[in-house]
């Protein structure tokens, strides 16, 4: 099983429309969630963070859910310039230490 | 926020040739740095973890002979991609720790003819 997980899409929507995405991870132990988002040919941007109990900002939400291994990313009112691919990024504790592993990435459409 | 840079942004190099790439954190201490490597329509793939004053951590699959990691100071990682070949070229990315938060830099394109 992959460290982490993310179905790639591509999720075409149309603007205005509500999208969810989601993100599964395998370590248990994993601390710090991490939404990120990539535009073509570019470095990733950090989103937002995911906290325990849920965080949003703006037209964002996210969400962790501990026993279910899995973090995700509500869109409300897309905009054209959503469009882009979202990266989760996960820590995964290694040698006393950690690195943060991204998942593959949803590619997000949304359409005028 | 925080700024990491990265030089070059673009290299084409020959293969067989060494190419040296530089991540800087330009206004906080980086005592952590990681690089990625990302292929056409991929995700970033997580090369090595780079400590300053010790040896990098890398990945499994990834050659450390190859992809040498140098981490000398708390501002400066370098990757060099020794005997590069065809199959190197990547946009390969650095990324430096500060607290829980990993700032990305820019990417450099390398593409081995």
């Known amino acids: 099983r992959k460290e982490v997980e993310q179905d790639p899409g591509p999720f075409n929507v149309p603007e205005g429309a509500t999208v969810a995405f989601n993100c599964t991870y395998s370590?248990?132990?994993?601390?710090?969630f991490f939404w990120y988002r990539q535009d073509c040919r570019k470095e990733p941007k950090l989103l937002m963070s995911?906290?325990?109990s849920g965080n949003e900002d703006g037209r964002f939400t996210a969400q962790l859910n501990r026993a279910s291994q899995y973090i995700s990313l509500l869109i409300r009112d897309s905009k054209l310039s959503d469009s882009a691919t979202y990266l989760c990024?996960?820590?995964?504790?290694?040698?006393?230490?950690?690195?943060?592993?991204f998942g593959t990435g949803t590619r997000l459409k949304v359409l005028a | 926020g925080a700024v990491v840079s990265q030089h070059p942004s673009r290299v084409i190099c020959k293969s067989g040739t060494s190419v040296k790439i530089e991540c800087r954190s330009l206004?906080?201490?980086?005592?952590?740095m990681f690089w990625y490597r990302q292929f056409p329509k991929q995700s970033l793939m997580l090369m090595a973890t780079?400590?300053?004053?010790?040896?990098?951590?890398?990945e499994q699959g990834v050659e450390k002979d190859k992809f040498l990691i140098n981490h000398a100071s708390l501002t400066l990682s370098t990757l060099t991609v020794t005997s590069a070949h065809p199959e190197d070229s990547s946009f390969y990315i650095c990324?430096?720790?500060?607290?829980?938060?990993?700032?990305f830099g820019p990417g450099t394109r390398l593409t081995v003819t």
């Open positions: 990324s430096a720790l500060s607290a829980y938060e990993q700032y």
């Open positions: 370590n248990s132990a994993s601390q710090s």
């Open positions: 995911v906290y325990s």
């Open positions: 990024v996960v820590n995964v504790p290694t040698s006393g230490t950690y690195k943060y592993i």
């Open positions: 206004d906080f201490q980086a005592t952590t």
């Open positions: 780079s400590n300053e004053g010790s040896k990098a951590t890398y």
